[in-house]
């Protein structure tokens, strides 16, 4: 059964985060090229919980909208709704600052917990920069838009060719997007454990990469800073986790978490 905010099924009414990909008129310069990979812990003793592993392609990435004032850099992110841990790309430099296109050859390998009984199976694609105080870049990321995958979806039917998710920036403006990403392939495939990839681990190029607990926020109304009271972003990972459960502030050095191997 089709769960709300997947990929459309072949034949069936387009998802409104899905849609056939448009002819593109401003060509961009050497694509950005990034293999990212991670594995994500999997609650073994629990029937309705399987190991299964997503392959995502990205080809291009489109502004629709002004995000941010001198906007000249972005990272993309990947995570499943509902958890900490968090896949970043490197930054990736825009060609100008508002709108523009930045070709991608971008892929994400995750190896995740696929739930067979829960609607938990929605993946994050999130647009972030660096946050800034007093003009100076500082320890986190802001989310400027975020789209959602539904992996049970893809799990049912991989997709292969260009498709467009549009990432949106407010709920009550949810049906225009303010960016696109073009899709080229996704796919969601069961692990086999006797083989190579049971044994698979996290091979990011950069530590930042992965992390499992976001730095917390720092607001402040001094020019250039970031501030959530008066600014118009929506999606912020640290809010979500701090709604979720409270937590204590834990020293710098312990209050994130990364696993890296090479």
């Not at 509902?82 to 990736?92: D, H, M, P, V």
């Not at 979806?153 to 292969?160: I, L």
Request: proline letters at 6%; one cysteine or more; hydrophobic letters at 30%.
């Amino acid at each position: 059964m089709s769960e709300r905010g997947g990929l459309p099924r072949t034949g069936g009414v387009p998802s409104p985060h899905m849609q056939p990909s448009k002819p593109v008129s401003i060509t961009s310069n050497r694509p950005v090229h990034m293999n990212l990979y991670a594995t994500w812990e999997v609650d073994r003793s629990s029937p309705s919980c399987v190991p299964r592993l997503f392959n995502l392609t990205l080809k291009k990435l489109i502004m629709l909208k002004e995000l941010d004032k001198d906007l000249t850099s972005v990272v993309i992110a990947v995570k499943l709704q509902g958890s900490k841990r968090i896949l970043r790309s490197n930054e990736i430099l825009l060609s100008s600052a508002g709108l523009t296109e930045t070709d991608l050859q971008l892929t994400f390998s995750l190896q995740y917990p696929h739930f067979l009984k829960r609607d938990a199976n929605k993946l994050q694609i999130m647009l972030q920069r660096r946050k800034r105080y007093k003009n100076r870049t500082i320890l986190g990321y802001k989310t400027l838009a975020l789209g959602l995958i539904n992996m049970a979806e893809v799990m049912q039917h991989p997709s292969e060719g260009a498709q467009v998710l549009g990432l949106h920036s407010q709920l009550k403006d949810a049906s225009v997007p303010v960016a696109e990403i073009r899709v080229y392939s996704l796919s969601s495939q069961p692990i086999d454990h006797e083989g190579p990839k049971a044994k698979m681990s996290d091979r990011s190029p950069d530590i930042d990469n992965y992390s499992e607990e976001e730095e917390e926020s720092y607001s402040s109304e001094q020019e250039g800073s970031d501030d959530p009271i008066h600014g118009q972003y929506l999606f912020d990972e640290e809010d979500e986790v701090r709604k979720k459960k409270p937590r204590r502030k834990l020293p710098s050095n312990a209050a994130i978490t990364r696993q890296f191997a090479l």
